[in-house]
């Protein structure tokens, strides 16, 4: 038995804090079940739910203030991958790594665990979550793309208490709404590849399937910009990559990559991708 | 709002009362007096704060303390016993694997965790664990060096 170390309170507003960006005070809840969750989100004003929390400390830190914070980490059942019939799940709280090292997943979609062994740095990819990654659904994060192009839907509960599949490009947004996990269709054999060179630039996705191939192209665009392409795309590669490109909507302002570079690359990008669908390579 | 949270650092027990808003980081700083942990981004990119939390390496700056109540925390503070460095540092000072030592106690840990994972990693496997966090003095090579001496070591070490 170690000895303990028993810590008098701080003072409500210590000195000389070395975190350089203050975070307001909130309320926490640590739920133990999906619908005390929701019903503690129905119950406040303000509130957020946490998973991994790194966008939402970050987001904290630039003065976003929080009246309650939701917990999930006590909620069984939310972490990990499993496989439901047809259909692999992912649970909202898994984290980067366990894809990243997730057998089952590589064995259903090749290409996945590779690219997510490469997604953010490790020490995020220890906490961070799949589901905060979908829920927060910045333009340069990964899974939107890559639930986009493998026609994954998420399981919410909303603020009212029914359940809902609904397409992952829907999910962003609605923070009352809580994500339980992503279901991947599997019935059919499917292989994921990216190309994320020059992210947080650009990054294109390609899912390929026997019955055809769905490309997302993210970082560009507020959501992932999708394009459901036909099997023989990947036989005329540069054409196709070249079309896609001219057709894409326009991009968003970019401080670091004009829309007029981001464009061309979207064709050299998707080119590749088609390459490697063609060869069967990784 | 006030919490209790018991954690166990660098293997002393400890009971503190902390705000449901404070950060690791600033807790193992301010109350602690655990300074090896640096922070200086803010916002779990560079590294610099890196601890290690059940043996996985995390930014304590992006980490409320309310997460981790009940866990087992490791600074740089924690790993020499009895004022004999471990391995990992004694290869950091063997090899000059830093120059101003601003991001070391977070390599050092991560370091750490990679060789407690994997006491043989590739050279592919520590560039990408190594990636995770910035050094801006070294280049990196003097660090590369560093952990594969502390991995030669080891192997030494357990083959004896």
């Keep these: 038995m170690l000895a303990q170390a028993i810590h008098p309170p701080a003072p409500p507003h210590p000195i000389a804090m070395r975190s350089r960006k203050h975070i307001s005070p909130f309320n926490l809840v640590r739920a133990r079940t999906v619908d005390e969750a929701g019903q503690a989100m129905a119950a406040s004003r303000n509130a957020r739910y946490v998973a991994g929390g790194i966008d939402l400390i970050d987001l904290m830190k630039s003065g976003l203030e929080v009246g309650t914070i939701i917990s999930l980490d006590a909620i069984p059942g939310l972490r990990g991958i499993s496989l439901e019939g047809d259909r692999l799940f992912i649970g909202a709280l898994t984290t980067h790594a366990d894809i990243a090292e997730s057998e089952l997943l590589h064995r259903h979609v090749p290409g996945f665990r590779e690219i997510w062994a490469t997604v953010a740095n490790l020490r995020i990819r220890m906490v961070g979550t799949f589901g905060g990654n979908l829920i927060s659904a910045l333009p340069h994060y990964d899974a939107p793309a890559a639930c986009a192009a493998l026609g994954a839907v998420g399981r919410v509960r909303k603020a009212a208490g029914e359940y809902m599949d609904a397409p992952v490009t829907a999910l962003g947004g609605d923070k009352s709404a809580l994500l339980e996990g992503t279901f991947i269709d599997v019935h059919e054999p499917v292989r994921l590849l990216a190309d994320r060179s020059l992210h947080p630039v650009l990054s294109v996705y390609l899912a390929v399937r026997p019955t055809g191939m769905r490309a997302t192209i993210a970082c560009a665009f507020a959501r992932p910009h999708v394009i459901d392409l036909p099997l023989d795309a990947s036989l005329a590669q540069a054409d196709v990559a070249a079309e896609v490109a001219a057709s894409a909507p326009a991009m968003m302002e970019s401080s670091i990559a004009s829309a007029a570079y981001q464009r061309r690359m979207i064709a050299v990008l998707l080119k590749r991708l088609l390459k490697r669908a063609a060869e069967r390579q990784p | ?160």
Excluded at chain 2, 72 to 85: C, F, P, R, S
Excluded at chain 2, 86 to 112: H, K, N, P, W, Y
């Design chain 2, 1 to 160: 709002m006030r919490l209790n949270v018991n954690v166990v650092v660098n293997g002393r027990s400890h009971a503190l009362e902390v705000g449901a808003h404070e950060t690791l980081s600033d807790v193992l700083r301010e109350r602690l007096g655990l300074t090896g942990c640096k922070v200086a981004c803010d916002q779990s990119v560079c590294g610099a704060c890196t601890i290690l939390v059940d043996g996985d390496p995390v930014s304590a700056c992006s980490t409320f303390m309310f997460k981790v109540d009940d866990s087992k925390i490791t600074t740089v503070e924690g790993l020499a016993a009895g004022g004999v460095l471990t391995r990992v540092q004694e290869a950091f000072l063997q090899d000059g694997a830093f120059q101003c030592g601003f991001c070391t106690s977070g390599m050092i840990l991560l370091v750490t965790a990679l060789l407690a994972r994997d006491p043989n990693p590739d050279d592919a496997t520590v560039q990408q664990w190594l990636s995770s966090n910035i050094c801006r003095c070294t280049g990196y090579n003097s660090i590369l060096a560093a952990v594969r001496r502390a991995s030669a070591g080891l192997r030494t070490e357990a083959a004896a």
